[in-house]
């Protein structure tokens, strides 16, 4: 649905742990990808170390709700997102 946005991402950023953010440098040099519109009921799964961001919803009568789900192996912590603390305990 035009309007409601779409993931952006920077393809080859996992590998670096030395950026922090998409900005906005990256779009003007050609290195991002726009991901596909999403329908209703689909999915998208990406390594959540590549850079990404959603981009707007300009739609003024749509929502976009968002359903995430993090995995990562143990002693592998996404501390760039989120930070160490837990919000319950496991």
């Known amino acids: 649905v035009a309007g409601v946005g779409f993931t952006q991402f920077w393809p080859g ?18 290195v991002v990808v726009n991901g596909a519109p999403l329908l209703a009921g689909d999915a998208l799964i990406y390594d959540y170390r590549l850079l990404h961001r959603g981009m707007p919803n300009t739609s003024l009568s749509i929502e976009r709700p968002v359903l995430q789900f993090l995995y990562n192996l143990t002693g592998r912590p996404d501390d760039r997102n989120y930070g160490f603390d837990q919000l319950l305990d496991t």
């Open 13 to 30: 950023t996992h590998t670096s742990k030395h950026l922090m953010e998409l900005g906005s440098a990256a779009p003007a040099m050609g």
